[in-house]
């Protein structure tokens, strides 16, 4: 399976897919535009980097706070943290029970998106946290299609395709069986990290996810794309419960086709492999 058919999947499954969506908490997106805005004010317009942290325990990566790096150097345009400060903030990531979903930095004054500087760290990211993002997905793979021819010698039944051979040994009657497919089953991982990016001088964000499936020899596969935010708000319940004591919704027919039943999702989500964006300055 190609990671896009993973996505597309997945989205299908679940309208509000981590791999559609960055889920954060209101309280999270607050803080991470606080930091812009308070970093950028004190340090003359310098941005920041930080790590997007969610519950270590949970199946469902849901960004619920911000650790802002420790013994990060900042200019207006770029932010450094050495790799021992990595190592520090990744032990007080896991000593609070949290784990790293990915990463937020800042454009202190300009418009937030991804640069090519940008994607590369978010690579780098990726790799760093890869190891405890994943979700699996089993791979059925057709393995030499075409005549298969299977052949006995003494204990050990080869199989042969087109492209490849299989060897199986054994006590049963191997010599009995016929072949007629060999498919193969494997269990592949799919890395992914968030990328957020907020500015000092706006609500603006921007969001992207990068994905990698690891595979045998040559199958590794690397997308990135940008993914919407889901804001999980801290009194939705009481507003919700509000709203459908207020609120009602009406539909008006149009010929055949009802209003708000737009298909929206069509013209979203096309994820690009390699995005090419100007540099930061
Ligand atoms: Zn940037």
């Not at 994607?119 to 298969?148: C, K, M, S, Y």
Request: glycine letters at 6%; charged letters at 30%; aromatic letters at 10%.
């Amino acid at each position: 399976m190609t990671l896009a058919e993973f996505i597309r999947r997945s989205s299908l499954a679940d309208p509000k897919s981590p791999f559609k969506y960055l889920t954060i908490t209101e309280r999270a997106l607050r803080k991470a535009q606080a930091y812009a805005r308070l970093i950028a004010e004190e340090f003359d317009d310098a941005e920041y980097y930080g790590y997007l942290l969610g519950d270590a325990k949970s199946d469902r990566p849901i960004v619920d706070d911000v650790l802002l790096a420790p013994d990060q150097k900042v200019t207006t345009g770029s932010c450094t943290v050495r790799p021992e400060s990595v190592i520090k903030a990744g032990q007080e990531i896991a000593r609070r029970g949290k784990k790293c979903l990915g990463w937020v930095h800042s454009h202190p004054r300009f418009k937030p998106y991804h640069s090519y500087i940008d994607d590369r760290n978010h690579e780098v990211v990726l790799h760093q946290v890869g190891p405890v993002n994943f979700v699996t997905l089993d791979a059925e793979e057709l393995v030499f299609p075409g005549e298969i021819r299977t052949e006995l010698k003494g204990d050990v039944l080869i199989i042969s395709g087109a492209n490849a051979t299989l060897e199986l040994r054994g006590d049963g009657p191997l010599g009995r069986i016929t072949i007629s497919q060999v498919k193969l089953k494997a269990v592949q991982f799919v890395s992914y990290a968030y990328s957020l990016v907020v500015t000092a001088e706006s609500s603006e964000t921007y969001a992207e996810i990068m994905l990698k499936r690891w595979g045998g020899c040559a199958d590794e596969e690397t997308m990135s794309y940008e993914v919407k935010l889901n804001i999980l708000y801290e009194d939705a319940d009481e507003l919700r419960k509000e709203i459908k004591e207020k609120v009602s919704r009406e539909y008006w027919t149009w010929g055949w086709r009802a209003w708000g039943e737009a298909d929206e999702e069509d013209e979203e989500l096309l994820p690009r492999e390699g995005q090419q964006h100007p540099a930061d300055w």
